[in-house]
């Protein structure tokens, strides 16, 4: 009898234990309220057949000086408490170098089912660094339970941060770009754009590209920029295009000429198995004059190919696989009358 009451009360134990590890675990996973903005759709025309683009809508900075600096900084990782206080530090060391006027981040701040807690941390820190910055979102950002929508009120609403959700309709999540003046004329336009996560329906297993509806956006807001004296700009996103591979090669081929590219490859391009077209309306719209991605973390080289700069940047943390070698940062540097593009990494000491 005695031992029969133990057995069951054991059980009993064992099973409350279990339920509670349940819930618990659940709650970690379930995904946090967030608010779409649903209101903000983007079409090409409204409906009395007036193009929709204002330049007004586009966030401006005008730039003090005969130069803008812009560091590039790409997969924090920021995860489960591991590593942040030494995060902070490499990020701030790199910043200090670079001296810039602004800071984008292409994509993977916060990774883990604990994202939004990281999503929070990187905010602050960028917000307490104090120069404006951007971000795009990478493929292990909305992993946990925060998505992208939740992170975005945080980025929007962060101080100094240039960051806007953008268009829900026409593929991810933070598509918008950010317009320099100098001495109040167009100068450069930046153009931040999700690049994807996963190919949910592809047969085997592929990193994401961009959407249809994001080539048209892209289209559309080039050209209009154009009309607007914004003849150059510069994208930022965070898998690689897969002409970075066939840039590369060719690059190597022809004697790795330094007038043409730098930097190294030691991995292979992680990008899409399909190839959407980017590149090719880029190229057709011959106003990007460089692209800077992030995703292989191994990988800081700038290559030039068919007129446009392609362009990886480094590894900003030693969260995740890393090489100790090849930490920090990517300096873009536009200055002159005539918006010249000059571009380094900044390679911090093991």
Not at 13 to 24: D, E, N, Q, S
Not at 55 to 61: A, E, G, K, S, W
Not at 248 to 255: H, T
Not at 321 to 334: A, C, N, Q, R, V
């Amino acid at each position: 009898m005695n031992g029969s009451r133990a057995f069951l009360i054991a059980i009993a134990v064992i099973l409350t234990a279990a339920l509670i590890t349940g819930i618990t675990l659940l709650g970690v996973y379930v995904r946090l309220p967030s608010d779409p903005d649903y209101d903000n759709i983007w079409t090409e025309i409204d409906k009395d057949g007036n193009d929709t683009f204002d330049i007004d809508d586009i966030t401006t900075i005008n730039m003090d000086g005969d130069e803008f600096r812009i560091l590039q900084l790409t997969d924090l990782h920021y995860r489960a408490g591991y590593k942040i206080a030494d995060s902070d530090e490499l990020i701030r060391r790199t910043v200090e170098i670079a001296d810039p006027d602004m800071i984008v981040i292409t994509g993977d701040m916060v990774m883990t089912v604990e994202n939004n807690f990281y999503v929070e941390h990187v905010a602050e820190l960028f917000s307490d660094i104090g120069i404006p910055w951007a971000v795009t979102y990478g493929n292990h950002d909305d992993e946990g339970r925060a998505d992208k929508f939740y992170m975005g009120e945080i980025y929007e609403n962060a101080e100094y941060s240039l960051y806007r959700n953008g268009p829900v309709n026409i593929g991810g999540l933070g598509n918008y770009a950010v317009n320099i003046t100098r001495n109040g004329e167009p100068y450069y336009s930046l153009i931040m754009m999700d690049s994807g996560t996963y190919l949910e329906d592809y047969p085997e297993f592929s990193y994401g590209t961009f959407e249809t509806g994001q080539i048209y956006w892209y289209d559309w807001l080039q050209t209009n920029l154009i009309e607007s004296g914004y003849a150059k700009s510069m994208m930022f996103f965070h898998i690689p295009l897969p002409e970075y591979r066939v840039a590369f090669d060719e690059w190597q081929l022809n004697g790795s000429d330094p007038a043409i590219g730098f930097g190294e490859r030691r991995e292979d391009e992680c990008h899409a198995l399909i190839n959407i077209g980017m590149f090719d309306k880029i190229k057709q719209l011959g106003a990007t004059t460089d692209v800077f991605v992030g995703h292989d973390h191994v990988n800081d080289y700038s290559v030039e190919y068919k007129g446009i700069g392609l362009h990886y940047g480094v590894k900003s943390t030693r969260q995740v696989y890393h090489d100790d070698d090849m930490i920090g940062g990517k300096l873009i540097t536009i200055s002159g009358e005539n918006a010249e593009v000059a571009v380094s990494n900044i390679l911090l000491p093991e």
